[in-house]
């Protein structure tokens, strides 16, 4: 699985969201839905330490589907947590399954919708069967929030690139039209100099019949 960030990843803008994370917003909404119900299903049963997890990405994600003008900084913190969230769930799911948790878990996978299950003192009840249906539902919630997230990350990271691309496309645009205004100009006329602009005004010689003095 490829996270789409990194490094060398544009900055995310703070414009306007683009027009594939706006027709995904929805469908994110729905998955924090999803994510309430597990994690009050959870709090309901006594799985207290998935509930207090899989709250946090609740508290990432309304800040997400809130706020547009929130989205493009938070979906990057949202993909991670819900990542984390959905991996940890789906360990303990499978701890559950494999009977090495204790309570207020099922003892076993065969008593994993039971009401009752007399072998383990009976620990089976309703709130077991709650419990386990919301960590079924909270794995497949953070994975469709982190595949949401992830999709919307992408596409601002595009939009900041085409952004960035057309601001560099401008700014040698402009260069190059003021070079060439540069070039239609023409070098500075320079100063005309004192003995040029005097023009014939130079030294004559004295030229016809001389005097004499007499004495």
């Keep these: 699985m490829v996270l789409p960030m990194g490094g060398l990843a544009p900055p995310i803008s703070n414009g306007a969201p683009p027009e594939e994370a706006l027709r995904l917003l929805p469908w994110l909404r729905f998955a924090m839905f999803g994510v309430t119900i597990a994690v009050a299903a959870e709090f309901v049963a006594g799985y207290n330490q998935q509930a207090f997890s899989d709250l946090l990405t609740l508290l990432v994600g309304i800040l997400c589907v809130m706020d547009v003008r929130q989205l493009g900084q938070c979906i990057c913190c949202l993909m991670l947590m819900s990542c984390f969230n959905g991996i940890s769930d789906l360990l303990t799911l499978v701890l559950i399954l494999s009977g090495v948790h204790s309570q207020p878990y099922p003892p076993a996978a065969k008593y994993f919708f039971a009401l009752e299950c007399p072998d383990a003192k009976n620990v089976c009840s309703w709130k077991t069967v709650t419990g ?75 030229s016809g019949q001389g005097q004499r003095l007499e004495g």
Aim: aromatic share 8%; proline share 5%; net charge neutral.
């Design 132 to 206: 386990d249906s919301a960590i079924v539902l909270a794995v497949i919630v953070e994975f469709v929030c982190f595949r949401l997230s992830a999709r919307i990350l992408k596409a601002y990271q595009q939009q900041s690139a085409t952004d960035m691309g057309l601001l560099d496309d401008l700014g040698g645009n402009r260069a190059g039209q003021g070079g060439y205004a540069g070039g239609m100009a023409g070098p500075a006329p320079t100063a005309v100099a004192p003995a040029a602009a005097a023009g014939g005004r130079g030294f004559t010689p004295f």
